[in-house]
Every structure is written in structure tokens, then in C-alpha cells.
């Protein structure tokens, strides 16, 4: 059975009401705009990367996220010692693959990070994933080259050989976890005309994922989450400039009745 | 006597006048929402970090900001430098103490900075300024945990050691300056959901400390500035997107009567 | 013969058409607001500054975009290096003198970099074109501090000196290749208020330089579309804040007719 909008709407209160710390070691484009959706969805968010003190801020989150889409020698090694740390401490790791294809060291580095600590959950898009999976195909930056679909049996294994859960965005979300698989279709087309909404989705699994031990469900109340939003907010939206205000605005104020009216989920 | 809203608009008129270039050593989330509040306000902006150049970047700037929240070794040897050209020059140096309490290696990189450069002003909320002061209590992430009220005993303990004013923000903000105490009561609910607008309050404090030489009425004038404009603005928004939008607008077009009108300052 | 409207619409058209990779090791400041510029053009921008990766990154891309506003050695190094990619794989490099003219170090990178590396087109405001061209003065900032039309000759120097095309950007653009000069006279005066529309400016040339061989007429018609976007974005803006708003919504919607009505070019 697909997740229920009701199933969805009590993880975003868990969200609301713990405001859960989630510790993000992520990109310079994203930063401002991933700690103002973090803030929007109602979590705490709190960005560190000195490898000085990356531990002692896991110590203190109840989720940690690693985009590396800025990624430079002191961040790799920062993103190791805190992947390290979060794993001790058992709270879960969101990892998103920015730009995995593109250069071979930023596919050498994600597929290093991802074996080495263990991912609750990956998020990226089409080109990103199957890249990650080890497909060698070279990814157009940082945005969707490949139909989200192509990459599903990319997801689906590195769901398995990472044991966590996946999930390759697009105008149709997949989110896999072994042999399970839900379809999200929310979202708008102005949403990939803002930078690092991507990367905003990947820091909203981790939020969830702080409240929603299933690591399945946590990925897919996000992404419907993120999915609602933008969608709503692109309607009202009359470009890249308002769509940005307008997504901080709707994920602020979203109800369950947003969700309950506007979800599509699947299963495949 | 506390600060008239005359006094304040003087101040404000003052920056736009001037246009002071305030020099900032800020953390990569707040840097651009930073920039564009000191271009709102009427000052003049510069971002620059690195070693071979902060003591030329003091030299031709009327402040410094110094604010730790992506702190890391490189970034904290430029601040150690800017600081001490910055005291040599004699020009303002606001400091913001971003987590300050949250993991050991922020506590001792910014009780380590303010011990050698000399700050004007200190401002960070309440479990920031506790934690500068050397009590020992966790923060949680980089929002305001303890009560604004509970942190004032800090606050006038670090005005006296480090002979600086001393703001402690949030509902209601404290400027203390060794025994001088006013509370400011401007604001909205709203402030708190964008991210980096503390990081804002500080740099509007390096942009009035650059034009007003008494450092208890330039804390308390930009404190008031940023209180009121969050008000206003608050006031006209929908949700955390809008209220970035609208703090700019309002900032930039404040005027005294908005000032008078909305000013709630007292002294303790 | 200056630029005709129909001539820069087909400039725009091809940016979209084509949506060109656009390699930016940019500022921290402006990185957001740039990436977002790109794609509300229409282009796809990628940030990355590892030298690690660089080298890589050029070999996907349509264009280079250097700006050096919160340079340091790491940085610098990555720049080199992929530009010395980018000049041997001929596709077009666009530099930006942030800040050059404010530091020794800054001034002494940026010669640097422009004498190894071969600018396709520089873009600057009036102090730093100056400053770059080797005349000493001291700009206040990043902010124009010498009229633009000063800095004609220095622009007419730099362009005979590195073979490219130099923008001299303020009220009135300049746009300089060898003996030819057009000047634009499209903005608003809010555009100086909203951080980083400069160095969102130097983005777009790199834009219309993937697409446009002929860098003179690329460079002009990427500062015509800015102007003109922020033109009709400034007229509908209340403040600072809603400008940042509504030049993203306008860019994203410009149109040949917009362009038509709006265009004040003229040769000198």
C-alpha cells in the first residue's frame, strides 16, 4: 500500500513539534536556501564542516546531511569524519550525489563516501544516480540529463548493495527501498528554474528522517512534501524569483488538507 | 535616560549619509542576506577572508565584522589578523558568536578571540552570550535555546571583562554596556524562521558603530533599526519567504516616523 | 553600426535554445543569486573549485566564468588551472575584477590571471576596470567608485593588451573591443542596491558567450538583457528585496518585444 496523505501529514507535525537539529555539511549555492527551507519545514538546521568539530556537532543532531556539490579536500574529509560520527551514533545519514558523472573525482569521491559510511538514504536525479550506481555516463552538470525511469534499476541497486533507500527526483519521484516502490508525481515546472531546490529535498529527507524511523516512509513524506509545495507554490508563481518566495511561504504554512487535496503517489 | 527615536534616526541618517564600508569575515550562509541588509541599510559592503589581504581590506574600511558561524582554521587565522589590524586602526569590531557553545572548538576559537582582539560589540542570543561567558551549557544549533532574560548576568560579566557593549537578542533584546542596561522590545514571530537575520543585527551593528562613536547607542540604534523593520515587515508577510523580501523593502525605506511610531525601548 | 533589438533577442533565443553549460568559480557571496541568473537566462550553471576537478568540469562546459570576489590561494590555483583548460580547449573565459584596485592582492591575482589565461571578454565597474588596467587607485570597495566614463581609456588599453572584449558597467555600459565602443543605458538605480547583479552580469556574458562567437556583440547583448531586466524589474520593485524578486521573474520572461521597446544602445 502507497503511504496515505494522513501517514504523511503526522510525519511533517513529528517535524513540527520536535524540530529536530539536522546538521548539514552541503554546497555554497544551497546553504542559504537548504537552512531556510529547514527552518520553513519547521526543523532546526545548523551548517559545520571544519573537520575541528564536525564530531561534536553529530553529537548534538539528530540528522546529518552530506551534498557534496562544492566539494573540495577539507569538505571530503570533514563529510568522513561526520559520516563516521553519525554512524557511531546511529542517527541517520542523507547523502545527495550533486553532480556524480559530471568529473570522475566527483564520482570517485561520492562512491568512496557512500561505501565507507552507510547512507540511510540517497537522493539525486536521474543522471546522479545512475552514475552513483556505477553506470559510467557523463551527467550535463548538475541538472536531470536522463529520464528519471532509466535510472530506476540504478536505485534499486544501490538500494540493495547500500541497504537504504533511494530516491531519484524528476517530474516523477521514485523512491526505492529494496524491492518496494513508490511513484510521487507532485511538482511544477518552475521548480528546476531554482537553483538548489534539489539539494533542498535531500535536506528534507533529513528532517524527516530525524522524526520517521522508517527510512522508506521518511524519504516519501519529503519528497510529497517538497513535491506539494512547489507545486502549489509554482501555481502562484510568475517565475524563478517569485517561485523561491512563494515555496518558503506554502512549505510554512502547509496542512494536512494541502496534502490530502493534492497527493499523487503510486506504487509501481 | 534610554535612546529617542530622534537619536536613532540620526543614526540611521548617519549611515545612509556616510555610506561606511563595512568589512565583513562572515560564515557562507548569512554572506549574501548579509550584503544586501547593509546595502538596504545605506552601507557599503565587502566580503574577504583571506590572509594575504584582510589587514589592506581594514585599511580602507570604517568596521569589522567578525562572525564565526562556518568557522574553520583558515577563516579563523584571517579573523585573528583583520582583528588585530583591525585594533591597531582603531575601528569598530562587532562580533558574533554564531553556536558559541555548541561543540568546544567554536567556545574556544571565540573566548580565544575576543581575549586578544578588543571588541566594540558582542551580540548573539542568549545561550550564545552564556556560552561566550564561559558557563558551560550546550546550544542547541545556532537558534536561541535559553531565555534572553537569563543571559544578562553574562552579558554585563563579558561588557566588563572585554570593556565592550553587549547585545543579547531575541523576543525582547538587551544592550548592556557595563552597568547600563536598555531592552528593546521591537520585533516579529517571523524573525527567527529566516535564516542568518542575527547574522544581519550584527553587521547592521558594525554599520552604526562606523558612523556613531558612542558604542551602547550604535548597538542600541541598530538593534532598534533591525526591530522595527522585522516588525513592519512581519507584519506584511505570508511566511518566512516574504518576510525576507519585505525586511529588505522595509529596511531600505524606513523612515523616522516609522521609527517613532513603533519604537518600544526602555531602561531596566 | 550598433546592436540591433532583433539581433539581441536572437543572442537570447540561442541561450535558450542551446541552455549552455556555464562553469563558474565565483564568490561566495553571489553564488546563489548567479546560479539563479543563469537559469531564469536560460543557461545551466554549475559551481566548482576543486583543482581536483576543474580541469574536468571546463572539458563539459560552453563557457568559464572567473570571479574573484572572495578569492584566496586555493581558489586562485583552481582558477589558473582551469583556465589554462579552457584557453586550450578554446572555449570562451569571462573575468570579472572584483574588488581589484582594494587590495594589493587582489590587484596583483587578477593581472595574474589575465596575462596568463586570454580573456574573452573582462567585466567590471569603473574602479576596477582601472585598477586592472594598472592605474593606482584605491577603489572604495566593490562599489563604482570612478564614473564610468573614466575608465574608457583603461577599457580601450586592457582590450588592445589581451585581445578581448572589456564592459565598463554603471548607469551607462560601455562595452569596448579594440576601436569599437557602444554604450548601453538601460538599469535602475536599484540595481547598485541588490548584491551581486555585477557579478550576475559577468555570469550572463558567459552565456552569451557560449552561444555567440562574436564576443564584442555577446557581451553587449548580455549587458542589454540585463539592463533591460532590471529596468523593468526596478520599475515594479518597492525596495531592494523585491528587485531581487522581480529581475529573476523578468529575465525568466523577457521578450524580443521587451527588448525592442526598451533598448537605448547607441555607438560612441
Chains 1, 2, 3 share one sequence.
Not at 550533486?98 to 559510511?117: D, Q, S
Not at 537522493?123 to 529520464?147: L, M, Q
Amino acid at each position: 500500500m502507497a503511504l496515505t496523505a494522513n501517514e504523511i501529514t503526522c510525519d511533517l507535525e513529528l517535524v513540527r513539534e520536535r524540530s529536530p537539529l539536522v546538521h548539514n555539511i552541503t554546497n555554497y549555492v544551497a546553504m542559504n536556501s537548504t537552512a531556510n527551507a529547514l527552518l520553513a519545514v519547521g526543523a532546526s538546521p545548523v551548517m559545520a564542516h571544519a573537520v575541528e568539530e564536525v564530531e561534536d556537532m553529530v553529537g548534538i543532531a539528530a540528522a546529518l546531511v552530506i551534498n557534496i556539490g562544492t566539494l573540495s579536500e577539507p569538505w571530503v574529509a570533514a563529510m568522513s569524519k561526520a559520516a563516521a560520527a553519525a554512524g557511531k551514533k546511529g542517527i541517520p545519514i542523507v547523502c545527495d550525489p550533486v553532480g556524480v558523472g559530471a568529473t570522475p573525482y566527483r564520482t570517485r569521491v561520492f562512491r568512496g563516501l557512500i561505501e565507507t559510511a552507510w547512507p540511510t538514504v540517497i537522493r539525486g536525479n536521474a543522471s546522479e544516480i545512475i552514475a552513483s550506481a556505477g553506470d559510467f555516463s557523463a551527467t550535463k552538470g548538475v541538472d536531470s540529463a536522463a529520464a528519471a525511469e532509466s535510472a530506476l534499476a540504478s536505485a534499486q541497486w544501490l538500494s540493495g548493495q547500500h541497504d537504504c533507500a533511494v530516491c531519484v527526483s524528476g517530474e516523477t519521484d521514485y523512491i526505492v527501498d529494496q524491492d518496494r516502490v513508490l511513484l510521487i508525481r507532485n511538482g511544477h515546472p518552475l521548480m528546476p528554474k531554482v537553483t538548489g531546490l534539489g539539494c533542498t529535498a535531500t535536506a528534507l529527507c533529513g528532517a524527516f528522517a530525524a522524526v520517521q524511523p522508517d527510512r522508506f516512509r521518511a524519504t516519501a513524506s519529503a519528497m510529497a512534501v517538497m513535491g506539494i509545495a512547489g507545486e502549489i507554490a509554482g501555481e502562484k508563481a510568475d517565475g524563478p524569483g517569485s517561485m523561491q518566495l512563494q515555496f518558503l511561504d506554502v512549505l510554512y504554512n502547509l496542512t494536512g488538507a494541502d496534502i490530502t487535496q493534492r497527493l499523487k503517489i503510486s506504487e509501481q
